[in-house]
């Protein structure tokens, strides 16, 4: 059975601070896709990176990175600078590879930034 | 990106009456959908994954009596809350997979969602 954890369900840091979310993953598959979503208060999920597991390698994305560590079963999320406009839940969600598998989320870690 | 789109985005029904709830893949096909109900500050529930053609995969716990989902075509799903009470109330959202390219390395975009609220 697959599982994600976020430990954190709510985080509050100050604007310009930076802030990390932490998603830590179980599978038994070997290969599988790890995903962030972003859920503001309207309710719209809004996607932000999609991982393979066999590709390690971190990435950037303006603000954003992402440190992806496949011998702690880690893909925590780093906002750099925060701003107001990143409050909002934030999800981490697996899948299994192939097409059209549905995703496994995480229960949410609400950031609230503040001005 | 690719667009979900879905209908209403919010309804408020009586108890015992039926909704329906359409989802719309925009710019792509696709022969599954998947959806999902959310409970205030809770996480995404996979209810049942729709597929064009065919009968649609309920998880345990899902009456596939009460969520009848029907996917008939390859850009529309919906799914009907029959005889809706109000601990039917939740958001539905409901999400189309965009495959890309040969490894299926497919991407998940999710509707807006629809709120339900059942008097």
């Known amino acids: 059975a697959q599982k994600v954890t976020q430990a954190q369900t709510e985080i509050s840091v100050v604007e310009k601070e930076d802030v990390t979310l932490d998603c830590v993953y179980e599978?038994?598959?070997?290969?599988?896709?790890l995903f962030w979503y972003k859920q503001p208060p309207s309710g719209e999920l809004v996607f932000l990176i999609r991982r393979n597991s066999f590709d390690e390698q971190n990435e950037i994305s303006g603000r954003y990175s992402w440190n992806f560590q496949k011998s702690t079963s880690s893909f925590n999320f780093t906002i750099t600078a925060s701003q107001v406009v990143d409050s909002a839940v934030y999800f981490c969600a697996l899948s299994s590879a192939g097409s059209a598998r549905q995703l496994t989320f995480g229960s949410g870690t609400q950031l609230t930034v503040l001005p | 990106g690719a667009v979900v789109s879905q209908h209403p985005s919010r309804v408020i029904c009586k108890s015992g009456t039926s909704v329906k709830i359409e989802c719309r893949s925009l710019d792509f096909q696709a022969t599954t959908m998947f959806w999902y109900r959310q409970f205030p500050k809770q996480s995404l529930m996979l209810m049942a994954t729709s597929n064009e053609g065919s009968k649609a995969t309920y998880e345990q716990g899902v009456e596939k009596d009460k969520f009848l989902i029907n996917h008939a075509s390859l850009t529309l799903s919906t799914l009907t809350v029959t005889s809706a009470h109000p601990e039917d109330s939740s958001f539905y959202i409901c999400s189309a997979p965009q495959l890309a390219g040969v490894l299926n390395t497919d991407t998940q975009y999710f509707g807006p969602g629809t709120r339900l609220t059942v008097l």
């Open positions: 599978t038994r598959d070997t290969t599988y896709y």
